[in-house]
């Protein structure tokens, strides 16, 4: 069991949502937006930073279940000036969660747009429907908390896919070893092989 915080950055609205997984099972738990109400960037900068650091804190202090977190890359935007402010915006948003020892995935809004369309161009009103769908939700979510559950929902995606291909290829090497006509050296064997060579170098 573990729960994912998904992180929308934006200096304005940053979005969050918070799901809980077992095995491929996803449910949801909670999802918002943090607010900033200040024309001085650095108050803003605050802001979130505290609002990040409140939610997760709550969901520590109730539960002992793991968390990680997951946050939207930035992209070049034609402004660079709202490039750089979204770039701070993330940042202080990553600062509070590994602050608070959560480890931190990164993923570009195309990863997060396949994870949960299945298509990576999709608009913002598809991505905010998958989320309704995949979450069984009754209510459409403001559209940067949606963005916040779709990045959570990627990393719930991208997690149990490396279990299961890690899991896979554990099992792989299991039954390699026992496959009739593969030859495999055990690691005892492996260990002879180079000492005997390297005596024979000497």
């Known amino acids: 069991m573990t729960l994912i915080i998904g992180i929308d950055p934006g200096s304005r609205m940053t979005g969050y949502g918070i799901i809980h997984t ?26 979130i930073f505290v609002g990040v650091t409140r939610i997760v804190k709550h969901y520590q202090k109730y539960s002992d279940t793991p968390m990680h ?12 000036d709202s490039a750089l402010k979204l770039g701070q915006a993330r940042g202080a ?13 990164e993923y570009t809004a195309r990863q997060i747009k396949q994870a949960v369309c ?14 309704c769908r995949i979450l069984s939700l009754q209510v459409t979510p403001q559209a940067d908390a949606a963005d916040g559950l779709a990045c959570a929902i990627c990393h719930a995606h991208s997690s149990h ?3 299961k291909l890690l899991g896979n290829t554990a099992l792989l090497g ?14 005892d064997d492996l260990l002879l092989f180079k000492n005997k060579h390297q005596t024979n170098d000497e």
């Open 22 to 47: 077992q095995g491929d099972k996803i449910s949801y738990l909670d999802a918002g937006t943090i607010r900033t109400n200040s024309a001085n960037i650095s108050e803003r900068i605050a802001q």
């Open 174 to 187: 299991r039954s390699s070893s026992k496959k009739k006509g593969r030859w495999r050296l055990a690691d």
């Open 161 to 163: 896919s490396m279990h």
């Open 69 to 80: 977190a997951a946050i939207e890359q930035v992209f070049m935007a034609s402004n660079p």
């Open 118 to 131: 299945g298509y990576g161009a999709a608009d913002k009103e598809q991505v905010s429907a998958m989320v």
């Open 93 to 105: 948003a990553i600062a509070a969660l590994t602050a608070l020892d959560l480890s931190v995935s």
